[in-house]
């Protein structure tokens, strides 16, 4: 593996990295501005003592160092203050400006200290110190491309070498100097190169790192998705399981007693029909509510039956549209009586294994029900559609909705919230619905309640 591997990033996040980089060195030139503009009030107090201790006059190269420092100052100064107008909050507002900003920033330095290194320092015998301190600088403090940073060393080796011409007569010192600054050129190149891809690096290990957690998180959640939707539908399921164990049980119960309840109540119907053609008048109204009353609960029992689990079903292929349609006039009756609305909406679905006498008795009770919770003008809603795995009967009503709290209730025998309900109406949709391998799901608020049959079309 390389030192500078590149990470896996898209286009899009090297052109950010280069924007960041360009931030740092906008940046990074204002100090380094600021540093030099402070620095040189030095430079010039050094200026006025050696005036003052005559040194100007002696050698006018003192003068022109004077001078430098001069165009130092208000270049530094003009420097710092296009930097503080034009003030960048972050990486995304770099332009083609701010890049040229810090490139002549560096420019500047770099031939500015090889022109003193190169002339003044000679003309007063002393070392090239100011370029060797200027190639480092840059290097350390702002970060350019290896072509940009070519162009700036390579033209201020050439302004220092010309500078040198100018001023050393001994060609053996300039040979020696033109070395010194050509090894120079090349370390401050090398170490400006490694240092701009050791941080171009660090930054694309950076997104990559932000990649990994993105992907990781997005891992976790998917998996806490999974776990969440795992253990809803099975506390679902285990409810359903719970409701169907009750629905079995009373089932079985119901097909134990129905049969032997029922043959005393039909010899007693028989005998009161006998006893009430023998009786006045006035003794008749209570021999036909004794029989109503009978017949009331011989119809109970009758529901009663038809949660059990176990009752004989008669399977055949049918589609629940054509259920629907059928039952449609005995729907539309009700909806008339009951002063409501009614709206079908029968989409394309396939057929199904159905015992069409207790499909119709689903969609009578639901139907009921809907039209009980609703208020006159209200309108109820039945609709079919399919999706990949299931057959959907819709029946959705505009009453008042069911509280939270009864809906894990729905189902159970007896239980009931009307005045006059036996409470075996959802129960028995429940108990059809099982025997055809589906499932209820209720939806409900303030708005209305829905009531979802699926039929799951692998179980057919």
Same mark, same amino acid.
């Given at each position: 593996?390389?030192?500078?591997? =590149? !990470? ?25 501005? #600021?540093?030099? *503009? ?5 430079? &010039? ?10 040194? %100007? $006059? ?13 165009? @130092? ?43 003193? =290194?190169? %002339? ?30 070519? *162009? ?31 090894? &120079? ?17 660090? @930054? ?7 990649? #990994? ?13 999974? #776990? ?20 079995? @049980? ?20 028989? *005998? ?6 023998? !009786? ?20 109970? &029992? ?14 055949? %292929? ?16 009700? $909806? !008339? ?23 119709? !008795?689903?969609?009578?009770? @639901? ?59 959802? $129960? ?22 829905? *009531? ?9």
């Amino acid at each position: 593996m390389g030192l500078f591997q =590149s !990470q896996p990033i898209s286009e899009n996040e090297e052109n950010a990295i280069d924007g960041i980089m360009s931030y740092d060195n906008y940046n990074q030139t204002r100090k380094f501005a #600021l540093i030099l *503009f402070s620095i040189n009030f030095i430079f &010039l107090f050094i200026d006025c003592n050696n005036r003052a201790k005559g040194l %100007w $006059a002696i050698n006018e190269a003192y003068y022109y160092v004077f001078h430098t420092h001069v165009v @130092l100052a208000l270049v530094t100064l003009m420097f710092i203050l296009v930097s503080y107008r034009v003030i960048l909050h972050s990486a995304n507002e770099i332009t083609l400006f701010h890049k040229v900003f810090a490139i002549l920033f560096a420019f500047f330095a770099l031939n500015y200290s090889a022109i003193i =290194s190169g %002339w003044i320092s000679q003309e007063i015998n002393r070392p090239s110190n100011v370029y060797v301190i200027a190639c480092f600088s840059v290097a350390v403090m702002v970060n350019f491309k290896s072509r940009v940073l070519a *162009f700036l060393y390579g033209l201020s080796c050439l302004t220092f070498m010309i500078s040198l011409t100018v001023s050393q007569e001994d060609p053996y010192m300039s040979f020696g100097y033109y070395m010194d600054v050509f090894l &120079l050129v090349v370390i401050s190149y090398f170490l400006s190169t490694v240092l701009y891809k050791f941080k171009q690096q660090n @930054l694309r290990h950076k997104y990559y790192l932000e990649h #990994l957690v993105m992907e990781r998180t997005e891992e976790l959640q998917a998996a806490n998705n999974l #776990l969440t939707k795992e253990i809803i539908e099975r506390k679902r399921t285990e409810i359903e399981m719970v409701r169907l164990d009750r629905l079995n @049980l009373i089932g079985e119960m119901a097909a134990s007693i129905s049969h032997e309840v029922r043959n005393p109540m039909t010899t007693v119907k028989g *005998f009161l029909q006998l006893l009430l053609n023998k !009786q006045d008048s006035k003794d008749k109204e209570y021999f036909n509510l004794m029989i109503e009353e009978l017949d009331r609960a011989n119809s109970i &029992l009758s529901e009663f039956l038809s949660i059990s689990k176990n009752k004989p079903t008669m399977y055949e %292929w049918y589609n629940i549209n054509d259920v629907v349609t059928s039952t449609l006039p005995l729907v539309q009756a009700d $909806a !008339q009586t009951n002063d409501k609305l009614l709206a079908i909406e029968l989409n394309n679905v396939p057929d199904l294994q159905l015992d069409i006498q207790e499909i119709r !008795q689903l969609i009578l009770n @639901l139907v009921r029900n809907g039209f009980e919770a609703m208020s006159s003008g209200g309108q109820l809603k039945i609709r079919t559609f399919c999706t990949k795995c299931e057959v959907v009967l819709v029946v959705a009503d505009q009453g008042t909705g069911i509280e939270q709290s009864l809906l894990e209730k729905l189902g159970t025998p007896f239980f009931t919230t009307k005045e006059q309900g036996t409470g075996l109406g959802l $129960a028995v949709c429940y108990g059809i619905v099982s025997r055809h391998n589906g499932r209820i799901i209720v939806e409900t608020s303030p708005k209305g309640s829905t *009531f979802n049959v699926n039929f799951d079309l692998g179980e057919q």
